[in-house]
């Protein structure tokens, strides 16, 4: 279940309730002097997975080492190293 962020129209307040999305409309109609703040956008993935920024330079070089030994033989290692 999701935290919604609301605030009271009267006072300013600002608080966090805990309840499900069918809950949110009975409780918005229930308390006609609070609205219902927007949180913010969620975190979606990892930043270094979705291709934003590379890792640090001492990671890289961990990742080349790693490449190196695991590509003898006839195989090929497909650790990427960025």
């Known amino acids: 279940m999701p935290t ?3 605030r009271n129209k ?3 307040d600002e608080f966090t309730e805990f ?3 069918s809950s949110l ?3 918005l109609s229930a308390n ?3 609205e219902q703040l927007i949180n913010g956008a969620p975190a979606i993935g990892d930043s270094i997975r979705l291709g934003l920024r590379k890792p640090d330079d001492t990671f890289r070089d961990h990742l080349k080492e790693m490449k190196k030994k695991h ?3 006839i ?3 497909t ?3 960025f």
């Open 75 to 77: 195989s090929r290692s």
């Open 25 to 27: 409309n009975e409780y």
């Open 71 to 73: 590509s003898q033989g």
């Open 10 to 12: 009267q006072t300013g």
């Open 32 to 34: 006609p002097d609070v």
């Open 19 to 21: 309840m499900s999305i």
């Open 4 to 6: 919604y962020l609301f």
């Open 79 to 81: 650790i990427q190293t």
